[in-house]
Nanobody, 129 residues
């Protein structure tokens, strides 16, 4: 079964940092475009960062630009999201997702239908003192 397994979430103090990992199982990440989404309590899911092409240039939403950095290690079949200077408004469930061609950027956010692609299980990030 093709799946993504996430790890790295947790409770972080404001101003702190963390790294989310997303490991691909039963398939190779190399030819897939990676995106990261988050859903805060009571809000719609938003796509905060994604690749323009598999392993290519990255896009970040205005709300995370300069603080979030996505990367990949194809040898480890793993995608990463490094988050710096975490703020309480970053509290959300973070999910990675991959697809060959259906991740798009619309009105400053990354998009992928939940019916498409391969999704991770989600990882809770809570920013609180």
């Amino acid at each position: 079964q093709l799946k993504l397994v996430e790890s790295g979430g947790g409770l972080v103090q404001p101003g702190g940092s963390l790294r989310l990992s997303c490991v691909a199982s039963e398939f190779s990440l190399e030819n897939y475009v990676i995106a990261w989404f988050r859903q805060a309590p009571g809000k719609e899911r938003e796509g905060v960062s994604c690749e323009i092409s598999a392993g290519g240039r990255q896009f970040y939403s205005d709300s995370v630009k300069g603080r979030f950095t996505m990367s990949r290690d194809n040898a480890k079949n793993t995608a990463y999201l490094d988050i710096d200077n975490l703020q309480p408004e970053d509290t959300a469930i973070y999910s990675c997702a991959v697809d060959i061609w259906r991740i798009t950027i619309i009105q400053g956010l990354c998009h992928l239908s939940p019916d498409h692609g391969i999704w991770g299980q989600g990882s809770q990030v809570t920013v609180s003192s």
